[in-house]
Nanobody, 120 residues
Framework: QVQLVESGGGLVQAGKSLRLSCTPS????????MGWYRQAPGKQREMVAT???????NYADSVKGRFTISRDNAANTVYLQMNSLKPEDTAVYYC??????????????WGQGTQVTVSS
């Protein structure tokens, strides 16, 4: 019933920028929190950035000062602005959200993932 649709990934050179977006669809009453996670080959999935409904944000140390997470509460859309990209940022990026649906229990949802590749 609830889906997270991601977009914005791609192949860029080091130092360039990308902006990821995640738009939920379905009968949603509210969203408590949203975030971006990433997983590189051979590594565990890690938190990149999160934002709660009140606007507070949290970032991984490796992306502080370079990435910015924001949220359009009216559209329930979350963005990840990625500047000064580095090769080590290469990973599959996943959007996640704790969703309160119109019907059913509050649950954690995940997007399908979008590939970000940064060349040196």
């Amino acid at each position: 019933q609830v889906q997270l649709v991601e977009s914005g990934g791609g192949l860029v050179q080091a130092g360039k920028s990308l902006r990821l977006s995640c738009t939920p669809s379905g009968l949603i009453l509210s969203i408590n929190s949203m975030g971006w996670y990433r997983q590189a080959p051979g590594k565990q999935r890690e938190m990149v950035a999160t934002i709660v409904s009140g606007g507070s944000t949290n970032y991984a140390d490796s992306v502080k000062g370079r990435f910015t997470i924001s949220r359009d509460n009216a559209a329930n859309t979350v963005y990840l602005q990625m500047n000064s990209l580095k090769p080590e940022d290469t990973a599959v990026y996943y959007c996640s959200a704790e969703v309160v649906p119109f019907r059913g229990p509050t649950s954690r949802y995940w997007g399908q993932g979008t590939q970000v590749t940064v060349s040196s």
